[in-house]
């Protein structure tokens, strides 16, 4: 039930003829299959991924699979939405008609066509334009139109003649913004990686003056990280000082959007994984602006990227030292443990572990700020085996450092449940 209809128990009663018989929810897309049944067009197309070749209700094996669109019956369901507004029934928005084959097909040949006389650049740019339109809309489309060879064909017009492209053209904005929409499989990713060419382009394109570029250059070198498997090829592309500034300038840029934010962490996250070039990360000003955004910006799942990477970072001598001299880096810290979720809890804690080990002074900010508390708090709940380890190694650690009316002093202390050590 989409989440604006949850409280139906107060005495609405949804029309039985608007339900899907399939999921009993009510329908946002009805579309209408060969025996005349109506569905919605997600449920029916789940039923029909799963080799299903029969009507659900009927049982009549279906003489084809197209869906028909039942604009009668979604206008009616409207109607009937807007007429329980009061009850807090909301609208259904008019859902977006699915990619045509054909049409896909159609595009993709007019953005793969040779420039000339009879094809301008800006009408091959508006042809992927009008893909990344429909990429958008649902990941059905995504599906079609990738099928269809569209990232061979956006990866030879992104990387054409990398020498002489100019990064601002319409038609690498078009094609970059769209490739990073499909999924890319291992063999493509490794086809960019192993072609310093192509590498250098995409470096160059985190400088552009355009920052939807520059974004999506992120957001794909994150992509070609995670997709190849060889580490070789992972050195080639984080090898370079450029990329590490070009990645963190999208964090410390005081305009950046939620999505170039979300896209810069998930880089520097990608890159810092390359533990052989993580100094350049530390050189490059990662420790300052990670530290800065994570104590303002970031939602859950950035906040565990980026915490995660101020981990790996910690595992550098020179990267202690730098995130020991920023004055928020031990407080955050701590303030994070059991606050945000487990996997936070655990980066968090790897961090001041290390922190904490490379220096006496993060050991006394450690226990002003309250560690010790949020240590025994924490290997004492159903947090991970690896956080309660951390914990363990770090209340060691600062034995010498705890307040004389520490908690860990007093008799309540020896009454608890954490494990001796």
């Known amino acids: 039930m989409p989440g604006n209809l ?43 991924a799963m080799g299903n070749t029969t009507c659900p209700v009927t049982r009549v094996a279906l003489s084809d699979f197209t869906l028909i669109p039942n604009h009668t019956l979604r206008r009616l369901i409207q109607e009937w939405c807007v007429a329980n507004r009061s009850n807090g029934v909301e609208r259904i928005p008019t859902p977006k008609q699915p990619a045509d084959p054909i049409s896909v097909r159609s595009l993709l040949s007019q953005a793969s066509a040779i420039t000339g006389t009879h094809v301008s650049v800006r009408s091959r740019a ?96 994150e992509m070609v990280l995670t997709g190849s498997k060889s580490m070789d090829l992972k050195l080639i592309i984080s090898g370079s000082d450029s990329i590490f500034e070009g990645v963190l300038d999208l964090l410390k840029n005081p305009i950046s959007s939620r999505r170039a934010l979300k896209i810069g962490i998930k880089a520097i996250f990608a890159l810092c994984l390359v533990k052989q070039t993580r100094h350049l990360a530390i050189s490059a000003g990662a420790p300052g602006i990670l530290i800065d955004r994570l104590a303002a910006d970031f939602d859950r799942c950035d906040t565990e990227r980026g915490l995660a990477t101020v981990e790996l970072l910690c595992r550098l001598p020179e990267g202690c030292a730098a995130f020991g001299e920023h004055a928020l880096t031990v407080p955050l810290m701590v303030k994070t443990i059991l606050r945000v979720s487990e996997r936070a809890t655990e980066y968090a804690a790897g961090a001041l572990l290390a922190l904490c080990t490379a220096e006496e002074r993060c050991r006394d900010e450690a226990a002003a700020a309250g560690l010790v508390t949020q240590l025994l708090l924490l290997v004492q709940s159903d947090c991970t085996e690896r956080a309660k380890r951390k914990a363990q190694m770090l209340l060691k650690l600062l034995r010498d450092s705890w307040p004389d009316d520490s908690t860990v002093n007093s008799d309540d202390f020896n009454r608890s449940e954490v494990a001796p050590f």
């Open 6 to 48: 949850e409280p139906l128990d107060l005495g609405i009663q949804i029309p039985y003829h608007f339900r899907c018989p399939i999921s009993l929810d009510l329908m946002s897309d009805p579309v209408t299959i060969s025996t005349g049944q109506t569905y919605d067009r997600t449920s029916i197309d789940s039923w029909i």
């Open 126 to 221: 508006a042809a992927i334009r009008r893909l990344r339109g429909l990429a958008r809309d649902s990941e059905k489309n995504r599906v079609l139109i990738a099928g269809h060879n569209a990232r061979e064909i956006l990866v030879r017009i992104l990387f054409a003649d990398v020498e002489t492209t100019s990064s601002s053209s319409e038609l690498v904005s078009e094609s970059l913004a769209l490739l990073v929409l499909l999924h890319m499989t291992e063999t493509e990713c490794e086809a960019i990686a192993s072609d310093p060419g192509r590498v250098g382009f995409m470096t160059r394109l985190l400088f552009d003056s355009s920052i939807e570029i520059r974004v999506n250059a992120a957001a794909l070198i």
